[in-house]
């Protein structure tokens, strides 16, 4: 996956461009596309880095154009990794509802049914000459139930009691952020970290982030097994689509989205 991955980011700028996220030329950016960050931010600096970001699953879902033809294995390889992914998120998530004391097992892991939606990110942060000047992902959490990343340098950084902490790069490891939707569905037993990429001035990065959505219709809120006297109801509820506009907003900001669910 690394592989064609850094493959894909060789290819000439025209051929990345087919997949581009200006629309005709303009400043009217999509989501789902091939670029750099929208300048529509209040947020003094752009974040350093590339990106492809298009649906990966479920398969009917999938934006057939927004998936890469070059390099030839790239489609192949990509759909064998959702293949995995997949099933590595459905184990966790099992664990993690054990975790949070949930009596069905399978709570959190159905909720990745066939409407809910895995987005990929296929990140280049390039060498940067000025690192100390710009970030390669400002700091946020993720808008999903959870995140799982494959990176072949460091510079992801976790926010813990205030302090930026490395995430130590494992070759061939995966790392698996849970997202704010687990927060909510969890009622805050489980947090969504706060993280971002610093820039590097002595090499490249390359990430892959596959990015396990609920449906956009689904209406996000705590588990009710996990609301009770003692421990009382967290975070309203928002329907999924909502809160992926507000996620939108808060990057653009500054801020975090989930603050805008909490009670
Ligand atoms: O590149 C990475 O390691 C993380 C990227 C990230 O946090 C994101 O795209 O949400
Ligand atoms: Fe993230």
Redesign the pocket.
Known sequence: MMNVTRDLFKLPLEEKQKYTNLVGGKKEYRLESYGSDMDRSEWPVLDWRDQFYFIMEAESQRLDDLWPTQPPSFRDVLHRYAGRCRELADGVLREVAKVAGLREERYLADMLDEKAVTYVGLNLYPRCPRPEKVLG?RP???GTML?ILLADAAGLQVLRDGEWYDVPVVPGALVV?LGDTVEVMSNGLLTSPV?KVVANGERERVSV?AFFTVDPEREVEPAPELVSDKRPRLYKKMKNSDYMRELQDSLARGGRAIDKVKL
């Open positions: 992902v946020h959490s993720d995140t952020n993280h982030a």
